[in-house]
C-alpha cells in the first residue's frame, strides 16, 4: 500500500490570484493559457471616480416606504376594509399616471424606483377615510400628472406632489371633508373634546376617526438611524408649532399630536425634491412650515392647516437654497 | 472632517511585499512632457546612440525639465506617440541594445565627504540637473525648492497621508526602503533651509507610522517629527494636515506657502536620495499594477518610457480582457485607452478593472437629496453647482465656490442618481478660469 503523503504539490497554497484563494496549480494554468488578451474593444473613457456606492434612488425610496410600514399596519388592522381599496386605487393611480406621463412627456419608464409609491402613501394618510376611489383618482391626476410628470417627473417639482393632490382634493369635493367634521385618517380636529384633553389616548389608541401617532414615532425613529432624513426639518417644525400653541395658550402636546402634523414633519416636509439642501436653509424652512400651519389652524381655519404651511414654505425653497449658503465666497 | 469610508484594497498588490525587477525593455518611448510646465527641445536624432542616463532632452527655459533615456540602445523615432494624459504628444523612441549600459558617471555611490559639502545651491542644482519632479502631481522640484527659500518656507511636510484605493507604491516604499526615504527627505530639507520637518500619517495607516517611527529611534533622527492626521477618504486635504502640524485653525482656502510650508510626496523624497546618493536620473519609478484583470497584481520597478503591456507581462499578464484601463486610483485616476501608452514620471498606479467592479451607470436626474453635502472634505455645496451647471448658468454656479472643489470624487461616489458631479464641477471651473 502506499503511504499518502502530503507533497508540495497537492499542499493548497494561498496566493494572491485575484486577491483570493487559489492553488498554486490554478495559477500556472492561468499562466500558461493567458497572455495579453486579444484586443476585443476599446476601453470604455469615462472621468474619475471609476466605483459607485450601492446607493440608488429605489434604495432610498425604499427606506422611507419601510418606515411608513408601522403605519399601513396599523391602518390594515384598524380599517382593512376601507383601507384596502383606498390603498389599491391610490398606488394604482400613482402608477398608471407616471406611465401615461412618461409617455406623453417622452421619458424613459423608470416607475419601479418607487417615488410614486411613497407620494401615494403620503398622500392616503393625509385624507379622510371616507374619499371614494374616484375622488383619489381626480386627486392624484392633479398630484402625480399635473405637479410631477408635467413638471418633468423625479426630481424636478419644487412641490409636494401629495400636497397638491390633497389640495385639489379639499377645491373640489370640499363635501368629503365638511360631512363628516373633517374626519381624515389622521385629522384635526375631529377629536371630541374628552380625548383632546389627553394626549396619551391620541399617541396610542386614536380615535373613531384618526389613526394612533406611534407609528409614525417608529417610523420616524427608523429613518432618523438610517439617515435617511436630517433632524433639522422636523424637529425645527414641530418646535416651531409647540411654542406657538404654547403662547397661544393651547396644550402644545396635543396639538402636535392631532391632526396630520407628525406625519408631515418626518415624511411630507422632508421629501428631497421639494425641499431645501442645507441643514441651515432646511431648518428655516420647517420654521417657515411650522409658524404658517400654527397661524392657519388658530385664525385661518382651514380645513387641513398643514397643506397652507407646507406650500408656502416650499415656495422658498429655491430662494433658501441659493441664498443661504454652507461657505460664502472668500 | 468630511469623508467617506472607502475600501482601499491596498492588499491586493500588497501581499506579496517586494517591488518587482524586470528584465530590461526592448524598446521604450519616453514622451517629453512628464511634469507641469513646458516640454524640453530633443537633443537627440534618430540613429544615435545613448547610454543609460544619458539627457535625450534639454532646455534652458525655466519651465522646462531634462529627460533622460531609461535604457541604453539606439534612437529610432523622435515624433508625435501616445502620451497618457494629453493623448498624442511629441516624445522619444530607443531601442534597446541589450546592454544596459549606464552613461559615465551615472549610479556611482556617494561617499560621506562627498556628500558633506553639498550646499543648497549643489542640490538644488542636482534634482535639475536628474530630472527630477513631484512624482505625484508633476510640479519641478528645483522650482519648488528656490520658490521656497525665496517665500521663506521653513516647515517642510512629507505627505505619507496619502492613500487612494489599489494604489499601494507609496506604501511598499516606507516599507522595503524607510531610510532612503528618511535620508532623502533630510537632503530635501536641508536643500530648502527649511528648520522644521514633519512626517503626516493618516489615522488609518498605523503599520507604515510604527516603522518609519521606528527608524528614526534607530537613526537617532531628531530633526523629524511625526504627526497624525485624523478624517476620512480624502485623508490628505492640505488645510486639514497644515491645521494638524501646526495646530491652529487653517482656513481652508490657504495655500501651504502662506503659512509658509511646502509639501512633498514620499516617491519624490526617495527620487531625491537616488540622485544624491547615487548620482542616478529620475529613470524609474515603483508602479503599482492591480485589479482583478491581472495575474500577479504587485509593485514593479517600472523604467520610464515601458509601455503598459510591457508592465503588465511582468506581471505575469492580463487574465481576461479589462473593461476599463485607468491610470492612477479608481477614485481620482484617468482613463487610458491604449496598452502602447507608456509609463511617465508621475504614474503611479496601473489598473486593469473588470466590468463587474467597475460597471458604467445611466445617470438620472437630480433627486436633490443632499447626499453630496455631508461627504465634501472642503464643505461646498456640490449639488447646487451641477444644477446650475446643467443649466449653464456659469455665474451662478461660481457663488457655490467651485474653485474649492479637491475632485477627490466623493460626491459622484454617493450619488444615488449616478450623475457624474465631479466632471460637472471641472466643467465650472474651466468656466470660471475661461472668464
Known sequence: ?330 | MAGIEIALHHDVSLLDPVIKTPDTPSAVVIPLLQHRGIIAKPIVSVGDRVFKGQVIADSNEPGALPVHASISGRVSSVGPAVHPKEGIHVSIAITSDGQDQWKQGCHVEQTQDDLKSLSSENLIQMSREFGLCDLRSGEITHQKLKEGIESSVDTLILNAAHMEPFVTSDSILIKLKAVEILRGFEWLVRASGASKAYIVFSERDFENQEIISSKLFSLKISNIEIVQSKGQYPYDIESNLLSEVLKKKVPLKTKPEDVGVHFYSLATAFAFYEAVQWRKPLIERVVTVSGVCVVYPQNVWARIGMSYESVFEVCGGLLRYPYRLILGSSMTGTSQTDLQTPVIKNTDAILALPKEDTPFHESESCIRCGDCIPVCPVSINPAMIVEDAMNQQWKKAFKFSPDLCVECGNCTYVCPSKIPMVEWIKETKNQLEAI
Open chain 1, 1 to 330: 500500500m502506499e503511504k499518502k503523503t502530503i507533497t508540495n504539490k497537492t499542499k493548497p497554497e494561498v496566493t494572491r490570484f485575484l486577491g483570493r484563494e487559489k492553488t498554486e496549480g490554478n495559477r500556472k494554468i492561468a499562466q500558461k493559457v493567458f497572455k495579453i488578451v486579444k484586443k476585443e474593444e476599446p476601453f470604455l473613457v469615462t472621468q474619475a471616480p471609476f466605483v459607485r456606492s450601492v446607493n440608488t434612488v429605489s434604495r432610498k425610496m425604499g427606506v422611507f416606504i419601510l418606515a411608513l410600514s408601522p403605519l399601513l399596519g396599523v391602518a390594515f388592522f384598524e380599517r382593512g376594509s376601507l383601507f384596502l381599496p383606498q390603498l389599491g386605487h391610490a398606488v394604482l393611480a400613482a402608477f398608471v399616471f407616471e406611465i401615461v406621463g412618461s409617455i406623453i412627456f417622452k421619458r424613459p419608464l423608470r416607475f419601479w424606483n418607487g417615488n410614486v409609491i411613497l407620494l401615494a402613501l403620503a398622500f392616503l394618510f393625509l385624507i379622510p377615510q371616507q374619499v371614494t376611489w374616484w375622488g383619489i383618482w381626480f386627486a392624484l391626476f392633479f398630484g402625480i400628472f399635473l405637479g410631477r410628470e408635467s413638471l418633468g417627473g423625479l426630481g424636478k417639482y419644487r412641490l409636494h406632489p401629495s400636497i397638491l393632490a390633497l389640495l385639489s382634493l379639499t377645491i373640489f369635493f370640499p363635501e368629503f371633508f365638511l360631512r363628516f367634521s373633517t374626519p381624515m385618517n389622521l385629522m384635526y380636529p375631529a377629536i371630541p373634546q374628552e380625548l383632546s384633553i389627553n394626549p396619551s389616548v391620541l399617541f396610542f389608541k386614536g380615535s373613531e376617526y384618526a389613526l394612533p401617532q406611534w407609528p409614525i414615532c417608529v417610523g420616524a425613529l427608523y429613518l432618523l438611524a438610517k439617515k435617511a432624513i436630517r433632524w433639522q426639518t422636523p424637529f425645527v417644525y414641530l418646535a416651531s408649532i409647540a411654542v406657538l400653541s404654547f403662547v397661544l395658550g393651547k396644550n402644545p402636546l396635543v396639538e402636535i399630536l392631532s391632526g396630520s402634523i407628525l406625519l408631515v414633519a418626518f415624511f411630507v416636509l422632508t421629501e428631497w425634491s421639494s425641499s431645501p439642501l442645507t441643514g441651515k436653509a432646511q431648518a428655516l424652512y420647517a420654521l417657515i412650515a411650522g409658524v404658517i400651519t400654527e397661524v392657519s389652524r388658530t385664525w385661518v381655519g382651514s380645513p387641513e392647516a398643514v397643506i397652507l404651511g407646507v406650500l408656502a414654505a416650499q415656495m422658498f425653497t429655491p430662494v433658501l437654497d441659493r441664498y443661504i449658503r454652507i461657505r460664502s465666497r472668500a
